[in-house]
């Protein structure tokens, strides 16, 4: 009923910049929170960022004055601009988000299936 596809994943070397996109399309009502999670080898999976329909975000600490979450509501579109990247951000990138489909009462939870980032000189 929802797909989440994310794009904008790759290979950049420290320091550099890369802007991850997820486009949520299907039987969509409304989205509440949309966000980024990362999951790196041997690794649990971790938030990254959240922003919710309101603009109200949240980061990691490891994140914070790096990365930058941002939405198009209208497109239901979730970015995240990463920039100053280290070797520690490399990991598996999830697009979430909370989705109200049409006719439902309640939001659900969705994941899209991952984008690798790779941070590496």
């Known amino acids: 009923q929802v797909q989440l596809v994310e794009s904008g994943g790759g290979l950049v070397q420290p320091g550099g910049s890369l802007r991850l996109s997820c486009a949520a399309s299907g039987s969509i009502f409304s989205i509440y929170t949309m966000g980024w999670y990362r999951q790196a080898p041997g690794k649990q999976r971790e938030l990254v960022a959240a922003?919710?329909?309101?603009?109200?975000?949240n980061y990691a600490d490891s994140v914070k004055g790096r990365f930058t979450i941002s939405r198009d509501i209208a497109k239901n579109t979730v970015y995240l601009q990463m920039n100053s990247l280290k070797p520690e951000d490399t990991a598996v990138y999830y697009c979430?988000?909370?989705?109200?489909?049409?006719?439902?009462?309640?939001?659900?939870?969705?994941w899209g299936q991952g984008t690798q980032v790779t941070v590496s000189s």
């Open positions: 922003i919710t329909s309101g603009g109200n975000t």
């Open positions: 979430n988000a909370d989705v109200r489909v049409t006719g439902a009462q309640r939001y659900g939870d969705y």
